[in-house]
């Protein structure tokens, strides 16, 4: 007899929550995160149309950065997902962008890096947005290889869109510093965007002088 309460406690308790997650449908419907339309995933079919694919190929870049590959170029529905996922914070698009940072890092061989760093961003800025965007693309990668603990942001720098070129590298000298663990390491830097590509390069070099072996950035979007 105890037996037979348990499961059908256990029963009640399944029915109750499968009718709260209908109710929740029900009064919070599921809709693209870029064009509204309810009934959605958060990236419906018409608007991942709108993503135009870069080349997927590596592009060798100078010292400190060895190469550089983008996913989407930096406009129309790509670079609005980027902005509503930074900016307004919508984190329902986190999954579907992480998902096209993993595909792109399967099809071009990346997971032969030995780790994965965000591009971090500093303290200050985490604790008011919520989150490191750069983290939130990095989820379907490998948990093994993704360690955004061997990069630190240690200055507050000014957001580089609206600065020239010279500010944009003045703006982040001393702003980033690697851990000893990276000495002898390929590293991959994954980002939302880059343009002028000053983040990645100061990236890059605080970790070539810690003795990275390579270093390399995929992003979202780009200019490249």
Not at 144 to 156: C, I, N, W
Not at 188 to 205: K, P, R, W, Y
Request: contains cysteine.
């Amino acid at each position: 007899m105890p037996r037979r309460r348990k499961v059908a406690g256990h029963s009640f308790f399944a029915i109750l929550s499968q009718m709260l997650a209908k109710a929740l449908d029900w009064m919070f419907p599921s809709k693209c995160a870029l064009c509204g339309i309810v009934g959605c995933p958060s990236i419906c079919d018409a608007c991942r149309d709108g993503f135009r694919r870069l080349d997927r190929s590596i592009n060798l870049a100078t010292t400190p950065l060895d190469y550089r590959v983008a996913i989407f170029h930096h406009e129309l529905r790509a670079a609005q997902a980027v902005r509503r996922l930074k900016y307004s914070r919508v984190t329902s698009l986190a999954s579907p962008l992480a998902d096209f940072v993993k595909g792109a890092y399967d099809e071009l061989g990346l997971d032969e890096v030995d780790a994965v760093v965000p591009v971090p961003i500093h303290w200050t800025r985490r604790t008011l947005r919520g989150f490191n965007q750069s983290e939130l693309l990095s989820r379907a990668l490998p948990a093994e290889k993704v360690h955004p603990e061997l990069l630190l942001r240690t200055r507050r720098t000014r957001p580089q869109v609206g600065l020239d070129r010279s500010k944009r590298q003045i703006n982040l000298l001393g702003a980033f510093r690697a851990s000893d663990q990276v000495a002898g390491r390929s590293i991959l830097l994954v980002d939302d965007v880059t343009t002028s590509g000053f983040t990645a390069e100061h990236c890059a070099q605080a970790l070539k002088d810690k003795g990275a072996s390579r270093v390399g950035l995929l992003t979202q979007t780009g200019e490249i």
